[in-house]
């Protein structure tokens, strides 16, 4: 594959990405108008979107810069959706993620957001590997909102739930200071010429 057609915007996983970016907006309507079942089938395929960009870049070797940006911004817009989406009572039952936990995600997505800023500004610092406690982390936000899609899909009110938000919230603030560590070695490390 020659290297024009390898640093194409309009690639399939940069379509894959930009799918899943049109995606929200139908997830969304189909929240606001209560349908859950629905709502949910639409994040699902949103998230095998995902997973289908990224296998597909590395197959094929597609990584793009524009990629590079659209993959992850892609995911983040859908789970701070998400996640704003079911916090709000009137259109969530029997579940409702706690304010206190979509703050946190969100706070968290923000300040790992702006360090990058300041990195690429201060350092030029373009690539950021995410970190094992990231992982875990982003993988339980997405369990969150898949079990509460799920249940209130089936109507099941599951008082359980909090220990899943707990653990959620406890490793959101574990790789938001892991994350800060990581961003103040990079600035604390020599500048490369």
């Known amino acids: ?18 799918l899943r970016i049109l995606l929200i907006p139908v997830f969304l309507f189909l929240m606001v108008k209560r349908k859950t079942p629905e709502a949910f089938v639409v994040f699902l395929f949103a998230g095998f979107t995902d997973v289908l960009d990224g296998f597909t870049a590395r197959i094929w070797h597609m990584k793009t810069k524009i ?3 659209l993959d992850p911004a892609a995911d983040k817009l859908l789970m701070t959706a998400s996640f704003i989406i079911l916090t709000i009572p ?4 029997p579940n409702v993620i706690p304010l206190w936990l979509t703050l946190t995600v969100i706070g968290r997505d923000l300040l790992i957001v702006s360090a990058a800023f300041i990195l690429y500004l201060l350092r030029g610092q373009k690539s950021f590997l995410p970190t094992l406690l990231g992982k875990s982390c982003t993988v339980l936000q997405v369990m969150v909102i898949l079990i509460v899609l799920f249940l209130n ?11 899943l938000y707990l653990l959620t919230l406890i490793f959101t603030v574990l790789s938001a200071v892991d994350y800060s560590f ?8 020599p500048k490369e010429a």
Not at 1 to 18: A, D, Q, W, Y
Not at 154 to 159: A, C, G, L
Not at 182 to 187: D, E, S
Request: aromatic share 6%; hydrophobic share 45%.
């Open 153 to 163: 899909t089936r109507q099941v009110s599951f008082p359980l739930l909090i220990w």
């Open 182 to 189: 990581v961003g103040i070695r990079m600035l604390s490390r």
């Open 67 to 69: 990629g590079a940006f």
């Open 90 to 93: 009137s259109l969530n039952s």
């Open 1 to 18: 594959m020659n290297r024009e057609k390898k640093n194409t915007v309009l690639n399939p996983p940069n379509l894959l990405s930009i």
